[in-house]
């Protein structure tokens, strides 16, 4: 066992992104869509697990368009070498319009304001700017009211210089057991829809990965996945029982930096919220809150350790956390692997157990995941990849 760290000294905590498991889900979320498009999330240095990377990694399978939330995490994916197109999902403002027009991407817009400066900026530049119109079906988040559509659409049209791409909307409550809510905003989105498409029919996209697995008739033109790229659930409500084929692409690990045998009675870490009630082997690992390891984690989580559970004890620090590895004397040492999320021996720890012990969602787990955390990508199967083709230029998108 053992994963070895990089050439250059690197810390010892890393996260490791399978792409094989990144490949097995989109393989499952384009059966689900039967071939549509699908426009990635990768917002949020793609949920923690390395924008680059999975950017990457999804365009050589094909998928060329990808979302962001910010013109930013667009630009710096044009550094690196990203061939696509960005669709930017949040609302921006107007002073951005000039900067979103020379990269290239594809702003959402919501704002009579903001398709004006867009078209300006156009007109300026010599280019012809994509847009996405959002209608807010009931998010309540940002968006057009669907009663605006028809009017909106017809000022987009008539300013030079701007195109209509899509028109898209997004689900507040498709996660849930009782879709009622979502196919009430299906039903609103598509009513209004129906109007769009007498001239230049744009682009249908409303599915995040909750309604790619529940609402099939919410696929439309292309789905927008996030969550389930990373093989990890919308929530436990998922009603299809594909979403347990996913696999989760993150794996988060560490290795023991020190390693001492105290008495029954010593306080461990700040506070001393933990304290020995018998002679006790204590590991330190080097790893904490400053990861993105919530400190409130503290002795409420496990670490894998020779495959076995062993508890994290006293307060998470900025940089170290000690856990207790009193079952593994005469096994533990300096160097051994430790597992913070994945899996080692018969044991898993999911980022679903550590969002349940804190009363948040897996998503939070995964994108708190620090920016000086290493990511490295594993399991590449690029003699595969080079075979696939370009779904992103099919059906109307
Ligand atoms: C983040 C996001 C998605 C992806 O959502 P998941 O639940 O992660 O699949 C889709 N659309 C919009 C507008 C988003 O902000």
């Known amino acids: 066992m053992g994963h070895e760290l990089g050439p250059l000294g690197e810390h010892p905590t890393q996260t490791l992104i399978h792409l094989d498991r990144l490949t097995h ?23 923690g697990h390395g924008a680059d990377i999975v950017a990457h990694h999804l365009t050589a399978l094909g998928h060329r368009t990808l979302c962001v939330a910010y013109l ?31 990269a290239d991407c594809e702003p959402v817009v919501c704002t009579a304001d903001m398709a004006a400066a867009l078209s300006a900026e156009a007109e300026r530049q010599d280019k012809l700017i994509a847009i ?18 028809g009017q909106f659409l017809d000022y987009c049209r008539n300013l030079p210089g701007l ?49 790619i697995f529940d609402l099939p008739a919410s696929h439309l033109d292309a789905v927008r996945p996030g969550i389930a790229l990373y093989g990890l659930a919308p929530s436990a409500d998922i009603i299809n029982q594909r979403v347990r084929d996913l696999l989760p692409v993150l794996e ?25 009630a018998r002679p006790s082997l204590i ?11 919530h400190r409130s984690l503290s002795n409420r989580c496990t670490f894998l350790i020779h495959g076995r559970r062993c508890p994290q004890v006293g307060r998470i620090t900025m940089d170290q956390s000690m856990v207790d590895v009193t079952a593994l004397r005469g096994q ?23 969002a349940s012990t804190l009363g948040t969602i897996n998503y939070e787990i995964v994108t708190a995941i620090a920016s000086r955390v290493p990511r490295r990508a594993v399991g590449d199967d690029a003699r595969r990849r080079r075979k696939q083709v370009d779904l992103s230029r099919s059906v109307n998108c």
């Open 332 to 354: 533990a040492e300096i160097g051994d692997d430790v597992i913070i999320i994945g899996r080692q021996g018969g044991q898993e720890v999911t980022a679903d157990e550590l």
């Open 132 to 149: 996405h119109v959002k209608v807010d079906t009931g998010m309540g988040r940002i968006g057009i009211t669907p009663g605006e559509v």
């Open 163 to 211: 195109h209509v791409h899509g028109l898209m909307s997004h689900f507040a409550r498709a996660d849930e057991a009782d879709k009622a809510h979502a196919e009430m905003q299906l039903a609103c989105f598509l009513g209004v829809a129906g109007g769009a498409k007498n001239d230049g029919k744009p682009c249908l996209h409303m599915a995040n990965s909750a309604a």
């Open 72 to 102: 930013q995490e667009a630009l710096a994916l044009q550094q690196a070498g990203v061939k696509a197109t960005f669709i930017v999902l949040s609302a921006t403002l107007p002073e951005q319009a000039g900067a979103i027009v020379a």
């Open 252 to 276: 988060w690990r560490s290795k023991v930096t020190f390693l001492k045998e105290v008495p029954a009675g010593a306080g461990i870490s700040y506070g001393h919220s933990f304290v020995t």
């Open 25 to 47: 889900n989109v393989r499952l979320i384009e059966q689900l869509v039967g071939g549509r498009p699908l426009w990635p999330a990768i917002k949020a240095n793609a949920y």
């Open 283 to 293: 590991a330190t690992v080097p790893i904490g809150y400053g990861d993105g390891l």
